[in-house]
Protein backbone atom coordinates (compact mmCIF):
# COMPACT_ATOMS: atom_id res chain seq x y z
CA UNK A 1 0.00 0.00 0.00
CA UNK A 2 1.47 3.31 -0.92
CA UNK A 3 0.95 6.96 0.44
CA UNK A 4 -2.33 8.30 -1.88
CA UNK A 5 -5.38 10.42 -1.68
CA UNK A 6 -7.43 9.63 1.77
CA UNK A 7 -4.84 7.38 2.97
CA UNK A 8 -3.78 7.93 6.70
CA UNK A 9 0.03 8.01 6.78
CA UNK A 10 2.04 7.71 9.71
CA UNK A 11 5.79 9.32 9.72
CA UNK A 12 8.78 10.07 12.13
CA UNK A 13 10.32 13.44 11.07
CA UNK A 14 12.66 15.96 11.95
CA UNK A 15 12.74 19.79 11.03
CA UNK A 16 15.69 21.53 10.69
CA UNK A 17 16.37 25.57 9.36
CA UNK A 18 19.42 26.29 6.65
CA UNK A 19 21.90 26.32 9.51
CA UNK A 20 21.07 22.83 10.47
CA UNK A 21 19.22 24.07 13.65
CA UNK A 22 16.41 21.73 14.55
CA UNK A 23 12.81 23.06 15.12
CA UNK A 24 10.48 20.14 15.90
CA UNK A 25 11.22 16.59 15.90
CA UNK A 26 9.10 13.44 16.61
CA UNK A 27 11.70 11.32 17.63
CA UNK A 28 10.78 10.99 21.50
CA UNK A 29 7.27 10.82 20.52
CA UNK A 30 4.74 8.94 18.42
CA UNK A 31 4.70 9.37 14.81
CA UNK A 32 2.58 11.81 13.22
CA UNK A 33 -0.54 10.94 11.62
CA UNK A 34 -1.96 12.80 8.81
CA UNK A 35 -5.16 12.22 6.52
CA UNK A 36 -3.00 12.50 2.91
CA UNK A 37 -4.80 15.24 0.38
CA UNK A 38 -6.45 17.05 3.00
CA UNK A 39 -3.77 20.07 3.48
CA UNK A 40 -3.37 19.06 7.23
CA UNK A 41 0.96 19.05 7.00
CA UNK A 42 2.35 22.05 4.54
CA UNK A 43 2.04 21.39 0.95
CA UNK A 44 5.25 20.80 -0.19
CA UNK A 45 5.92 17.86 1.72
CA UNK A 46 2.57 16.34 1.20
CA UNK A 47 3.70 16.42 -2.65
CA UNK A 48 6.67 14.95 -1.83
CA UNK A 49 4.99 11.75 0.65
CA UNK A 50 2.50 11.01 -2.55
CA UNK A 51 3.04 7.33 -3.99
CA UNK A 52 5.40 6.48 -0.57
CA UNK A 53 5.56 3.28 1.13
CA UNK A 54 6.10 2.21 4.81
CA UNK A 55 10.17 2.45 5.62
CA UNK A 56 10.29 4.48 2.82
CA UNK A 57 12.88 7.39 4.06
CA UNK A 58 13.63 10.91 2.20
CA UNK A 59 15.19 14.29 2.87
CA UNK A 60 12.82 17.42 1.54
CA UNK A 61 13.87 20.81 1.29
CA UNK A 62 10.26 22.85 1.26
CA UNK A 63 10.55 26.62 0.36
CA UNK A 64 8.49 29.54 1.86
CA UNK A 65 5.80 29.09 -1.08
CA UNK A 66 5.28 25.56 -0.35
CA UNK A 67 5.86 25.38 3.40
CA UNK A 68 4.23 28.25 5.78
CA UNK A 69 4.19 30.93 3.45
CA UNK A 70 6.53 34.09 2.68
CA UNK A 71 6.98 36.63 5.40
CA UNK A 72 4.17 39.51 5.11
CA UNK A 73 5.67 42.71 6.23
CA UNK A 74 1.71 43.91 5.83
CA UNK A 75 1.35 41.50 8.86
CA UNK A 76 3.36 43.52 11.19
CA UNK A 77 0.97 45.91 13.09
CA UNK A 78 1.19 48.77 15.86
CA UNK A 79 -1.87 48.71 17.40
CA UNK A 80 -3.26 50.85 20.48
CA UNK A 81 -2.49 49.22 24.13
CA UNK A 82 -6.58 50.37 24.50
CA UNK A 83 -7.60 47.14 22.28
CA UNK A 84 -5.99 44.32 24.64
CA UNK A 85 -8.41 45.37 27.20
CA UNK A 86 -8.66 42.58 29.82
CA UNK A 87 -5.14 41.80 29.40
CA UNK A 88 -3.31 42.88 32.86
CA UNK A 89 0.73 43.13 31.80
CA UNK A 90 0.72 42.83 27.80
CA UNK A 91 4.00 42.11 26.91
CA UNK A 92 6.79 40.97 23.83
CA UNK A 93 6.66 37.08 23.39
CA UNK A 94 2.54 36.80 23.88
CA UNK A 95 -0.17 34.76 22.07
CA UNK A 96 -3.42 36.57 20.97
CA UNK A 97 -6.19 35.45 18.43
CA UNK A 98 -6.93 37.89 16.44
CA UNK A 99 -9.79 38.67 14.22
CA UNK A 100 -8.05 40.36 10.87
CA UNK A 101 -8.79 41.08 7.33
CA UNK A 102 -7.49 37.71 6.83
CA UNK A 103 -9.52 35.91 9.07
CA UNK A 104 -9.04 34.83 12.32
CA UNK A 105 -4.87 34.49 13.21
CA UNK A 106 -2.79 34.28 15.73
CA UNK A 107 -0.27 36.92 16.31
CA UNK A 108 2.87 37.40 18.62
CA UNK A 109 3.48 40.84 20.51
CA UNK A 110 6.70 41.39 19.15
CA UNK A 111 7.16 45.06 20.99
CA UNK A 112 5.23 47.40 23.74
CA UNK A 113 6.13 51.10 23.71
CA UNK A 114 3.94 52.83 25.66
CA UNK A 115 0.46 52.91 24.46
CA UNK A 116 1.83 50.80 21.28
CA UNK A 117 1.73 47.05 20.83
CA UNK A 118 3.51 45.79 17.88
CA UNK A 119 1.68 42.63 16.94
CA UNK A 120 3.43 40.01 13.71
CA UNK A 121 0.54 38.05 12.14
CA UNK A 122 3.18 35.40 10.23
CA UNK A 123 3.60 32.12 11.23
CA UNK A 124 6.90 31.77 13.29
CA UNK A 125 8.27 29.18 10.54
CA UNK A 126 6.92 32.14 7.51
CA UNK A 127 10.09 32.62 5.03
CA UNK A 128 12.01 29.65 6.18
CA UNK A 129 12.92 27.18 4.00
CA UNK A 130 12.11 23.97 5.73
CA UNK A 131 14.56 21.41 5.88
CA UNK A 132 12.57 17.57 6.74
CA UNK A 133 13.81 14.03 6.98
CA UNK A 134 11.17 11.62 7.13
CA UNK A 135 10.25 8.10 7.60
CA UNK A 136 7.25 6.94 6.67
CA UNK A 137 6.44 4.28 9.49
CA UNK A 138 2.15 3.12 9.02
CA UNK A 139 -0.07 3.43 6.36
CA UNK A 140 -3.91 2.39 5.98
CA UNK A 141 -7.13 3.46 4.87
CA UNK A 142 -9.25 6.29 6.06
CA UNK A 143 -13.10 5.86 7.18
CA UNK A 144 -15.27 7.45 5.81
CA UNK A 145 -15.74 9.69 8.78
CA UNK A 146 -11.87 10.97 8.51
CA UNK A 147 -12.30 11.61 5.11
CA UNK A 148 -15.71 13.82 5.83
CA UNK A 149 -13.75 15.49 8.47
CA UNK A 150 -10.67 16.43 6.64
CA UNK A 151 -8.11 14.82 9.50
CA UNK A 152 -6.94 11.98 11.32
CA UNK A 153 -9.37 10.28 14.41
CA UNK A 154 -7.74 8.45 17.24
CA UNK A 155 -4.08 8.07 18.37
CA UNK A 156 -2.20 10.95 17.55
CA UNK A 157 -4.97 12.57 15.63
CA UNK A 158 -8.48 13.94 16.61
CA UNK A 159 -10.16 12.86 20.08
CA UNK A 160 -13.54 13.31 19.60
ZN1 LIG B 1 -13.15 14.54 13.26
Redesign the pocket.
Known amino acids: MSITNNSVASFHYTLKDDDGNTIDSSQDQEPLPYLHGSGNIVPGLERELEGKVVGDKLSVIVKPADGYGEFDESLIQELPKAMFAGVDDIQAGMDFHAQTEHGQQVVTVTKVDGDTVTVNGNHPLAGKNLHFDIEVTDIREASA??I????V?GPG??Q?
Not at 148 to 151: D, L, P, V
Open positions: EEEHGHHGHH
